[in-house]
């Protein structure tokens, strides 16, 4: 069985892809690929009717990921199909953690039509209604390839994209001799759906398109990726990322001026609270603490800032990006904070 490392944000792969968090897709649809269709046009317009409604004309702000960018026409096509008007907007959409109703309001929009994701786990306002559209893409399963798997119970994951196939995968499975354990859909952040089957599995099966969903399963246990672009099952092997975060609160513990990252998308936002709790033990560590509020955290963006250490309250993905400053989780600051005293 193939292995890759846990390289989604330092190692670029060898045909450079548009960058995108959750939904990396050939930039052109190969007809020969796996993805059957990407759009059902059928299943969209009827979601689109029970949501958004066909009787009185909106202004729909559209929200997609780089990689669905290629159905982009088409979603929009489809949507004024129904006598509606689309704005579509063309900033990164990495998650729906990050919904741009306000500059949908600026527009006068009624509506933000979200594709790609479903509603984030954690909830926020936002000041006109938002519909997620995930767009269910349906994939072929290799059963020569998955069968490669040694291990009997095999707890299976994927992104919202393929989460409606689990039930045949898990047939799929059974034929093989394997006992299935179904978890569901995991984000970049949010890996609860593995945790609740842990303790029911001998390994996990990622069904997916990218391997930054399934280097985030935080687990003692194998982890298997089948790459649907590809139709090839792989281990994914994890670098113990504890050793570097050690040596970073070292870092830090050295460091005078920190600088808080703290974005302003709706879903990254800090959880309240915390921002000062860590400030305060920061400072009374002696520490100069400056809070920075970014849309998208990019290390360009940090360039000229003369800090020592960034405390990142943004996606908790981020800190595996490359940075020119060591950066560390907010929350793993936190939760120990108190040893930098010692
Ligand atoms: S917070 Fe990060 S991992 Fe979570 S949905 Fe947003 S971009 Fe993805």
């Known amino acids: 069985m193939e292995k890759f490392r846990d390289c989604y944000h330092n190692q670029r792969p060898a045909t450079p892809a548009p960058r995108n968090y959750h939904n990396r897709l050939p930039a052109t649809p190969n007809p020969g690929c796996c993805h059957n269709r990407l759009l059902d046009k059928k299943r969209f317009v009827e979601f689109l009717k029970k949501t958004i409604g066909n009787r009185e004309r909106k202004r729909v702000f559209v ?10 026409f088409e979603i929009v096509d489809a949507v004024e199909s129904l006598g509606h008007e689309c704005v579509i907007s063309l900033e990164p959409c990495y998650g729906a953690c990050d919904v741009r109703d306000y500059e949908a309001s600026l527009l006068n929009s009624d509506v933000v039509l979200h594709i790609g994701h479903k509603k984030f786990y954690r909830d926020f306002p936002t000041s006109i209604p938002v519909i997620y559209y995930p767009l269910p ?3 072929e399963i290799d059963g020569n390839e998955i069968g490669k798997i040694k291990e009997s119970k095999i ?5 919202v994209q393929h989460e409606h196939q689990l039930k045949e995968i898990a047939e799929l499975l059974k034929s093989l001799g394997k006992e299935p354990v179904i978890g569901g859909s995991i984000l970049g952040c949010d890996t609860r759906a593995a945790k609740k089957i842990e303790n029911l599995v001998d390994c996990f099966l990622f069904i997916g398109s990218g391997r930054f969903h399934a280097t985030g399963i935080e687990t003692e246990k194998p982890v298997y990726l089948y790459d649907v672009e590809r139709r090839k099952i792989c ?7 504890e050793r570097i975060n050690l040596a970073r609160m070292e870092m830090l513990r050295d460091s005078k001026i920190v600088l808080f990252l703290i974005s302003t998308k709706k879903g990254q936002l800090p959880q309240p609270g915390t921002v000062q709790q860590l400030k305060e033990k920061l400072e009374q560590l002696g520490k100069k603490v400056y809070l920075v509020a ?3 955290v990019k290390n ?3 360039l000229g800032i003369k800090a020592d250490f960034l405390v990142n309250f943004a996606c908790p ?8 400053l060591p950066v560390l989780n907010a929350r793993y600051v936190l939760e120990r904070v108190e040893k930098l005293k010692t």
Do not use: M, N, Y
């Open 294 to 296: 970014l849309d998208e």
């Open 63 to 72: 929200q997609i990921p780089e990689g669905l960018k290629p159905e982009l």
């Open 235 to 241: 281990a994914v092997e994890r670098e113990r990322k």
């Open 155 to 159: 707890g299976l994951l994927t992104t």
């Open 300 to 302: 360009d963006k940090l």
């Open 317 to 324: 993905r981020l800190s595996e990006d490359k940075f020119d």
């Open 137 to 139: 893409i349906d994939v």
